[in-house]
C-alpha cells in the first residue's frame, strides 16, 4: 500500500542495469523522471561493463538486483517462494499453473527461475516501496518476470518489445503475455504490424514509440554547414554496432574490400564489442583488412562522439540471423544522421522507417556489398547527393526522433496506468 501523499511508484524491470548497449533505456528512465515519475529498477544482472554513459549518473532510481545464478542463491529463492505461498496461496497456485503450462510448450527451465525470481521480488523487494505498476523491458525473460510477479503481486504489468526478444520468442508465450498485459510498447512499425498480428484476437493496447535520441546531444559540435563539408581521401568511415550476427559486419567489410579493390582509400573505425567477437575479427584478418580497420571494442558516448565528428561516412549491414533475430532501428543510425554524417545501410526491418528518400543516407539490399560500395562511393563522390542527404536526415531526426517529445506518449500511457492502479479500493 502507498503511504499517505506519497507519488505511486514505476517499477522497471531489466535483462541487467546499466548496460553501454541500452542507452535507450536509461534515456527513458531519465527522462520519466524529468517529467515527475519515481521509478524503482529492478535488474536481472548486474553490470557487464565497468563504465557507463554519463545519463545513468544522472538518474535518481532505486536499484535491486534480483537473484542471478539458480544454484547458489536456490534456498533463498525457494523459501521466499515457500513462504509467499503461504501467504497468498490462490495467488500462487495461479501463478504455478501457469508456470507448468508454459515449461510444457518449450521444456525450458529458465521459466521456473522467472517464476522464483518474481517469488523473491514481490516477497522481499515489493514490501514498501511504493511500485503501483511493473514495466519491462523486453519481451522474453524480463517480460516474464513480469507476468509472475504481476499475478503473485496483484499489480498490473506491461512491457517494452524491441527486436531480438520479438523474432526469437515462442510465439504462443509471446500472445499470452500480450493478451494478459494491461499495454504493450514497441519502437518501430514494423514491429507493431507482427505483434499485432501474434496476438489479433486479444484487446490489449499495442503502441508504436520511437526512442529517438537526444537531439541537442548528437548535435553538438556540428553545424549544417561543416556536416555537408566535401570529404577528402583518405575518407573516414565509421560502424558503431554490437559483435553480433544481426549488424551484418562481413557485409561491411566485405564493402571495404570492394573499395579496396577499386584503389578508393579509406580508414575504417569499428567501435563495439560482443559474442560474435572472434568471428568479427577473424573476418577482418581473412580479407587482409587489419591494416585499414581500427578496432576500439566498446566506448563511452564521449568517445563515440568525437568519432561522429571526423567520420565521413557511417556503413551498417544489418540482415536478420539464422535464429530470427533482427535489428528495429539502431540508434545509432539516428545518432549519425543527427551528426551530419550520412549512412549507408540495409533495407531489414524497420531501417526504411528512418532513412527514406534520400533523407540521411541510402539504402542497399542486404548481403550485398558491391551495392553497398557503390552507394558509399556516390556518397563520398557526388557532393550534390552528399549535401542534400545529411540536410534531409538531420531534420527529419530533430522532427520525428526527439525522445524529449517521444516520451511524452509513454508517459501518458503509464500515469494512466498508474492512476488506475491507485484508484483501485
Same mark, same amino acid.
Given at each position: 500500500?502507498?503511504?499517505? @501523499? ?41 553490470? %557487464? ?43 500462487? %497456485? =495461479? ?11 518449450? %521444456?525450458?527451465?529458465? &521459466? ?6 518474481? @517469488? ?9 516501496? *511504493? ?18 510477479? @504481476? ?9 517494452? $518489445? ?49 526512442? @529517438? ?34 549488424? *551484418? ?78 535489428? *528495429? ?16 545501410? &540495409? ?8 532513412? =527514406?528518400?534520400?533523407?540521411? *543516407? ?12 557503390? $552507394? ?17 536526415? %538531420? ?15 509513454? $508517459? ?14
Amino acid at each position: 500500500m502507498l503511504k499517505s @501523499g506519497r507519488r505511486p511508484v514505476l517499477g522497471m524491470i531489466l535483462k541487467g542495469y546499466p548496460r553501454i548497449s541500452e542507452t535507450f533505456i536509461s534515456n527513458e528512465i531519465l527522462l520519466l523522471e524529468q517529467l515527475g515519475f519515481r521509478v524503482h529498477i529492478f535488474s536481472m544482472r548486474r553490470p %557487464r561493463e565497468t563504465f557507463s554513459h554519463a545519463n545513468v549518473r544522472r538518474i535518481e532510481a532505486a536499484v535491486d538486483y534480483l537473484p542471478e545464478r539458480m544454484l547458489p542463491k536456490l534456498p533463498q529463492l525457494v523459501r521466499e517462494n515457500l513462504l509467499l505461498a503461504a501467504q497468498a496461496p490462490f495467488r500462487y %497456485r =495461479q501463478a504455478l499453473k501457469m508456470a507448468c503450462t508454459r515449461f510444457l510448450r518449450t %521444456r525450458r527451465s529458465a &521459466t521456473l527461475k522467472h517464476l522464483l525470481q518474481a @517469488g523473491f521480488l514481490v516477497r522481499r523487494l515489493l514490501p514498501g516501496s *511504493g511500485v503501483a505498476h511493473l514495466h519491462a523491458h523486453f519481451a522474453h525473460s524480463p517480460t516474464s518476470v513480469a507476468l509472475f510477479a @504481476g499475478l503473485l503481486g496483484g499489480l498490473p504489468f506491461s512491457f517494452t $518489445a524491441h527486436a531480438k526478444d520479438i523474432y526469437t520468442s515462442h510465439p504462443q508465450q509471446l500472445a499470452e503475455k500480450i493478451a494478459r498485459a494491461r499495454f504493450v510498447v514497441t519502437c518501430t512499425r514494423y514491429n507493431r504490424r507482427y505483434l499485432q498480428r501474434l496476438a489479433s484476437t486479444c484487446r490489449t493496447p499495442i503502441d508504436c514509440v520511437y526512442h @529517438g535520441i537526444d537531439v541537442r546531444r548528437f548535435s553538438a559540435g556540428t553545424s549544417p554547414v561543416a556536416g555537408a563539408a566535401r570529404p577528402h581521401s583518405p575518407y573516414r568511415l565509421l560502424t558503431v554496432a554490437r559483435l553480433t550476427p544481426k549488424k *551484418g559486419l562481413p557485409t561491411v567489410f566485405k564493402t571495404l574490400a570492394w573499395l579496396r579493390a577499386r584503389s578508393v582509400p579509406f580508414e575504417h573505425v569499428l567501435i563495439g564489442d560482443g559474442e560474435a567477437r572472434a568471428e568479427t575479427l577473424g573476418h577482418l584478418r581473412s580479407l587482409q583488412l587489419e591494416s585499414a580497420v581500427r578496432w576500439l571494442g566498446t566506448q563511452p558516448h564521449d568517445v563515440v562522439l568525437k568519432h561522429y565528428r571526423r567520420a565521413d561516412l557511417f556503413l551498417l549491414g544489418c540482415e536478420v540471423a539464422a535464429n530470427g533475430d533482427r535489428d *528495429g532501428i539502431p540508434n545509432v543510425l539516428l545518432e549519425s544522421m543527427a551528426m551530419g554524417v550520412p549512412v549507408v545501410a &540495409t533495407r531489414v526491418s524497420a531501417i526504411p522507417e528512418l532513412v =527514406q528518400d534520400q533523407a540521411g *543516407g541510402l539504402l542497399v539490399a542486404p548481403r550485398n556489398p558491391a551495392e553497398m560500395g557503390s $552507394a558509399a562511393l556516390r556518397l563520398l563522390t557526388d557532393h550534390g547527393l552528399r549535401q542534400r542527404v545529411i540536410a534531409r536526415g %538531420r531534420q527529419r531526426v530533430r522532427q520525428h526522433f526527439d525522445n524529449r517529445l517521444l516520451i511524452r506518449n509513454l $508517459a501518458q500511457r503509464f500515469r494512466t496506468a498508474l492512476a488506475e492502479t491507485c484508484s483501485v479500493p
